[in-house]
């Protein structure tokens, strides 16, 4: 997706993430190239290192200028179309995949903050889970 014509802001819009990140003037030799440093790309850079791959990411950009420096970093296991259309669409049971895979994901991020000391402000609302097991509640 092309960020030139977003006009949001977001506070971490002026940090700059790895500033000396090297341009690729030389061939390298690595298990995964991933192009694009925005949060999908570095997520599974990270992911994929940790379990020893040697791992490229290419940016056209600034690492992690694009969409990700927009966000308003507000993590939810809610789907954004709500899940009562969720569920009339797709059935039950592909609701319920998609916020198990929303909630893990959310608990993996929360895993990495910990584990690599990210100090960052990470508050956990229950309310969505309430909401959830009220609509399946309903059903
Ligand atoms: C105002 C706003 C608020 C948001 N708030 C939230 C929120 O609260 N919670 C939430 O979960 N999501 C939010 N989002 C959505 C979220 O920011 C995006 O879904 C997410 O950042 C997308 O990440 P990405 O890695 O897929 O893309 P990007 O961050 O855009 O990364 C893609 C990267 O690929 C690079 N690239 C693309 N093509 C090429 C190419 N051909 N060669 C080299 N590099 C290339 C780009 O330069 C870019 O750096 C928000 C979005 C906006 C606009």
Request: glycine share 6%.
């Amino acid at each position: 997706m092309s960020t030139s014509r977003e006009r949001t802001r977001s506070i971490w819009m002026d940090v700059k993430v790895s500033p000396r990140a090297p341009m690729l003037d030389q061939d390298l030799t690595v298990d995964t190239v991933i192009v694009g440093s925005g949060i999908a790309g570095l997520s599974t850079a990270y992911e994929l290192a940790l379990e020893g791959q040697k791992v490229a990411v290419l940016d056209r950009g600034p690492v992690a200028g694009g969409i990700t420096a927009r966000t308003t970093a507000h993590l939810t296991s809610l789907c954004d179309e709500s899940f009562k259309n969720l569920i009339d669409v797709q059935g039950l049971d592909v609701a319920k995949q998609f916020y198990e895979s929303q909630a893990a994901s959310i608990d993996r991020i929360e895993k990495i903050q910990n584990l690599e000391s990210i100090d960052c402000d990470f508050r956990r609302l229950l309310t969505e889970s309430i909401i959830l097991n009220a609509i399946i509640g309903s059903q």
